[in-house]
């Protein structure tokens, strides 16, 4: 299935994306697609039954002329654990070694915004760059996973996420990156939240990003070095994943930090677009904060 929630920021509604692109309420089945949901199999199944049968409603289109806004695909999000140099080749044009475990960082759920929504540029920001990553999310809780398969069963599906990230804060600022990852409208998400049963093989799905019509990333999560599954389980050895919880899975090369001087670092007016294979695309235009 691929879920999805549709509406003005705060008051997003629960839809269904059917086989023929029509939106589908969910409102009258379902509350909202949050954690509750993703650990309630039989909440699932309903939604599933009930596509099958033909007896969600059509959701009207929103008045102004681009049509309903697409919000964030999941609600209530508790954390939002990431891994960075996470790509043979990213790793490769950033000039890092290849780590022997995933480097972990954290961002905060307010940092996420709609697919199609305005990503700010941080006041005195010089180093604006773009991150497309295969998002995945939780749909029961992990602890301490032995193996590969059981890590793949704890997961509910797959969404498209854009890690915005500020370098200068992130590497020249001291500390962690944390600084560098968190800024308002840095995570924008979606615009599917698409049920792992659709996702047979997360370690087989095309990447791209485009920055003002120029393609700039185009990889594969083939060259992770940790692959989805191997993620899962080891964050299951540091901390409780939740329902709910979204992992940021590493990019691909093509960042503006891996690029020659001068760096096309991101400015106000820029247009970045997003997509992974099967999960959707993205479109941002970037404004100042």
């Not at 309903?46 to 289109?61: D, I, T």
């Not at 792992?196 to 120029?214: H, I, S, T, Y």
């Not at 191997?230 to 690029?259: C, I, K, N, Q, W």
């Amino acid at each position: 299935m691929k879920l999805l929630r549709v509406g003005p920021a705060g008051a997003e509604r629960p839809a269904l994306l059917d086989e023929d692109n029509t939106l589908r309420d969910l409102s009258g089945i379902v509350a909202d697609i949050d954690p509750a949901l993703l650990a309630d199999p039989a909440a699932l199944d309903r939604v599933r039954a009930a596509a099958a049968a033909g007896r969600l409603p059509e959701m009207a289109a929103a008045a102004e002329p681009e049509g309903a806004r697409i919000g964030p695909p999941l609600a209530r999000i508790g954390k939002i654990v990431c891994i960075g140099l996470n790509f043979h080749d990213h790793a490769r044009e950033t000039g890092a070694a290849v780590p022997e475990e995933p480097i972990v960082f954290m961002k905060a759920p307010d940092t996420v915004v709609g697919p199609h929504d305005t990503v700010l540029i941080p006041r005195g920001s010089e180093k604006t760059d773009w991150e497309v990553e295969l998002a995945v999310v939780i749909g029961r809780t992990a602890r301490c996973l032995d193996s590969h398969e059981e890590a793949l069963a704890h997961v509910a599906g797959y969404t498209v996420g854009n890690d915005v990230s500020e370098r200068a804060f992130q590497i020249e600022r001291g500390g962690q990156w944390d600084k560098g990852k968190n800024c308002e409208t840095f995570n924008p998400l979606g615009p599917w939240l698409v049920t792992a049963d659709e996702v047979p093989d997360p370690q087989a799905l095309e990447m791209r990003l485009w920055v003002n019509g120029e393609l700039r990333q185009d990889g594969s999560t083939a060259d992770q070095i940790f692959s989805v599954a191997e993620v899962v389980r080891y964050l299951s050895h540091f901390m409780t994943l939740y329902p709910g919880d979204v992992v940021s899975t590493g990019t691909p090369a093509g960042v503006a930090m891996g690029m020659a001087e001068p760096k096309p670092y991101l400015r106000a007016g820029d247009v970045v677009e997003l997509e992974i294979e099967g999960l959707g695309r993205q479109r941002q235009v970037m404004k100042s904060a």
